[in-house]
C-alpha cells in the first residue's frame, strides 16, 4: 500500500537555500557538494529538508546536508536499526 505524502511546505520558507541558484545543490558529482553542504549546514530546517527528501524519495540533489548516496545510506542504517529492535523485542 503506498504511503500518502502529506506535504508541508512552511519549512521552505526558512530555508538558507531560498537565495541560492538551485544548480548548486544539483552538483554534476556527489564530490562536488562542498558549497551546497556549506549553505545546509547553517539552515535551521535542515531536518524537515532531510526528512522531506527521504519521504520523497529524491534520487537527486542536496537535501538536507546529503548527498543521495548518503541519504541511501542513512535510510538503510535505519532500517538495520529498526530491524534490530524488533528482533530484540520478540
Ligand atoms: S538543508 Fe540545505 S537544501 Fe535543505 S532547505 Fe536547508 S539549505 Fe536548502
Known amino acids: 500500500?503506498?504511503?500518502?505524502?502529506?506535504?508541508?511546505q512552511e519549512w521552505q520558507d526558512q530555508a538558507a537555500c531560498r537565495q541560492i541558484p538551485v544548480e548548486t545543490?544539483?552538483?554534476?558529482?556527489e564530490q562536488e557538494a562542498t558549497d551546497a553542504k556549506s549553505v545546509c549546514l547553517g539552515c535551521c530546517v535542515k531536518n524537515e529538508c532531510l526528512e522531506?527528501?527521504?519521504?520523497?524519495?529524491?534520487?537527486f540533489g542536496i537535501w538536507g546536508g546529503l548527498t543521495p548516496q548518503e541519504?541511501?545510506?542513512l535510510v538503510a542504517r535505519r532500517r538495520?536499526?529498526?530491524?534490530l529492535l524488533e528482533t530484540a523485542t520478540e
Open 25 to 29: 545543490f544539483f552538483p554534476p558529482a
Open 80 to 83: 538495520s536499526r529498526a530491524a
Open 71 to 73: 541519504r541511501r545510506s
Open 52 to 59: 522531506f527528501a527521504i519521504q520523497a524519495g529524491e534520487r
Open 1 to 8: 500500500m503506498n504511503q500518502l505524502l502529506v506535504i508541508d
